[in-house]
Structure formats: structure tokens, C-alpha cells
């Protein structure tokens, strides 16, 4: 199994600026995703990280808003641009290894206000 | 378009009082079904894969199963720290999970 960890676990951020999120994977995995969960709500992809190209993104999520980075098999970045307080909710990062199974991070809480 | 819903939405048991949570789903081309549990303030942990109809899968007091159109998640005599969201997500054949919206469960000691 994959070990991911997140930074920071949470944060509280004024409107108008930006967060980068942090992620890193305790070995080699095959795809990289970040996830937005709101409260209450279940997870709600956002974009599949590519190693060395642009992330994929889901309909409604959008590079300048949320642009991501993934330098190597085990780190990726995700970004919150200009945030307004409907940003606040909790990232999640997740990997998936070889046999196809998604682990997750403990997540970033995010309040934004 | 692929669908996952999860039910019911909250389940309150005794401790003891086994009970089965249901995912049912639409997808095109199921690669696998996922179960979590999710702590609150924590990420989903990872529980079961199961791939295609009829197979089963155990864990502890935990026991997951799978036909052609749901899963079921069966708790045997549940203990209060089983208390969780358990989610439930689809792989399917573009290479997303698709999650259900969750079961909240909560067993009283």
C-alpha cells in the first residue's frame, strides 16, 4: 500500500489569495489525483496529475484556478488561485498503485475568509 | 451516465445489532468497486476491491460483496469504534472513481 502525506493539514486564508497544497507518496505509484470534498458532501474529483505534462481536469475545475504540478512519480502540488470563501472545504490527495487501488491523504482543511 | 448511490444515508445499530449498507450503481465498464471508511477530519482509508460478480471479500467484522448491479457491505455484531462514514466508488473504464455519497454509521455501546 501507498503512504501519502499532505501539507499543510489545514489552513485559514484570507480572500484574494493563494494556497499551494503539497503531496507526497511514499513510493513509485502510477497516477496521481486531487479531490475536493465540502462539508457533508462526498469527494468530488478535481484533475488527475500528470507526470511532466498539464493535469487533466474535470468539467468545472479549470487550470487557473487550481493549477497542479506533478516533477516526479511521488510529488505533486495543487494550487487554490485567488481564493473566495467557496474554496473553503477539505483537498484531498490520492495515488493509485500498480493493482489499481487508490489510497488517500489525510487531506488539507481549507478556510477561507 | 455512471451513477453510485449509496444507502440508507445514516444507520444507527447497538453494539451487536449487525446490519448491511447497499451501493448500488450504473457504470460502463466496471473495472473494480471500492470501499473506504472515512473518520471525520481524516482521509478515506481503503478497505476492499472487488472486481466482478460473486466475489466476496473480509476483513475483521467487515464483509463486502458484489453482483452485476450492487454491493453490499455487511457489519457482523458492530462495536462503537466502526463508527465512520463508509463510501463507496466505482472504477470505471476511463480511469476515475466515481463515489457514492456515503453511509454515515454510528454504533451505540
Known amino acids: 500500500s501507498a503512504v501519502i502525506s499532505q501539507k499543510p493539514s489545514r489552513d485559514i486564508c484570507q480572500r484574494g489569495t493563494s494556497l499551494t497544497i503539497q503531496c507526497q507518496v511514499d513510493s513509485q505509484v502510477t497516477m496521481m489525483f486531487w479531490y475536493r470534498q465540502q462539508p457533508g458532501q462526498s469527494l468530488t474529483l478535481i484533475a488527475t496529475a500528470n507526470q511532466g505534462s498539464e493535469a487533466t481536469y474535470e468539467s468545472g475545475f479549470v487550470i487557473d484556478k487550481f493549477p497542479i504540478s506533478r516533477p516526479n512519480l511521488t510529488f505533486s502540488t495543487l494550487t487554490v488561485s485567488n481564493m473566495s470563501p467557496e474554496d473553503s472545504s477539505i483537498y484531498l490527495c490520492?495515488?493509485?498503485?500498480?493493482?489499481?487501488?487508490?489510497?488517500f491523504g489525510p487531506g488539507t482543511r481549507l478556510t477561507v475568509l | 451516465e455512471d451513477q453510485v448511490t449509496q444507502s440508507p444515508e445514516a444507520l444507527r445499530l447497538q453494539e451487536g445489532e449487525s446490519s448491511s449498507l447497499n451501493c448500488s450503481y450504473t457504470v460502463s465498464g466496471l473495472r473494480g468497486l471500492f470501499w473506504y471508511r472515512q473518520d471525520p477530519g481524516k482521509g478515506p482509508e481503503f478497505l476492499f476491491t472487488?472486481?466482478?460478480a460473486g466475489e466476496e471479500k473480509e476483513k475483521e467484522r467487515l464483509k463486502a460483496t458484489l453482483t452485476k448491479k450492487e454491493s453490499f457491505l455487511h457489519i457482523t455484531a458492530p462495536k462503537p469504534e466502526d463508527s465512520a462514514t463508509y463510501l463507496c466508488a466505482v472504477f470505471d473504464n476511463t480511469g476515475k472513481l466515481i463515489f457514492g455519497q456515503g453511509t454515515t454509521l454510528q454504533v451505540k455501546p
Open positions: 490520492s495515488a493509485m498503485d500498480s493493482a489499481d487501488t487508490q489510497y
Open positions: 472487488l472486481y466482478s
